[in-house]
């Protein structure tokens, strides 16, 4: 049986790419490691790199405060990314990084089974719900797979750059607000 002691432990000694040589931290995740609700980005940015803790940038107070106002309690939700090592530059990550690193995102689901699994923007969304995945149309949608609930919506980065789309962020995130309501009443 898979232990988190045991992920970690792999997480901390992988070298399966080249994200790891110029990485300072890996970011494995922050929250509640039982908790109903995921929150997937892309991959550590600067800051994350430097802290070894996922969405603690710009974009992670961003995303902080929405989930403080909607309201979720830190108990309710874990964060994480498709990649644990920094993509220098914050460029995208390669096919092939995804690929070496999505094994520990798939033991995490196993470790925590969260009721719903939230994809923060395109990258996430391609990854995990479909590779075609186009995120201003379908955003926001209900997305069934194996009996876990999972939705995409806006990365907070990209709402840092585009003011206007936070209103639709806040509706989503009220979606996601009801439907943990539903699915743990
Ligand atoms: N962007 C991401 O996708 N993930 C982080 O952890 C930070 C910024």
């Not at 049986?1 to 922050?30: F, P, Y």
């Not at 309201?71 to 644990?84: A, D, G, L, M, R």
């Not at 092939?96 to 939230?118: D, G, M, S, T, W």
Request: proline share 5%.
């Amino acid at each position: 049986m898979l232990t988190w002691d045991d992920l970690k432990k792999e997480c901390l000694n992988c070298n399966k790419c080249g994200l790891r040589q110029s990485a300072t931290h890996t970011v494995i995740g922050r929250g509640n490691e039982t908790a109903p609700l995921m929150f997937v980005g892309e991959g550590p940015g600067e800051e994350e790199d430097k802290q070894g803790l996922p969405f603690v940038g710009k974009a992670g107070q961003l995303l902080d405060l929405l989930l403080n106002a909607i309201p979720f309690h830190q108990s309710e939700y874990y964060i994480t990314n498709v990649v644990k090592c920094r993509p220098k530059d914050n460029r995208d990550p390669l096919e092939e990084e995804v690929a070496q690193c999505l094994p520990y995102l798939r033991n995490q689901f196993r470790l925590i089974r969260p009721k719903i699994i939230v994809c923060l923007g395109r990258i996430s969304a391609k990854y995990l719900i479909h590779p075609d995945f186009r995120i201003s149309q379908d955003r926001g949608k209900w997305f069934d797979k194996g009996g876990v609930k999972m939705m995409a919506v806006y990365h907070p980065a990209f709402l840092l750059r585009n003011e206007k789309e936070k209103i639709t962020q806040w509706y989503d995130f009220m979606k996601i607000r009801e439907m943990l309501n539903e699915l743990t009443k």
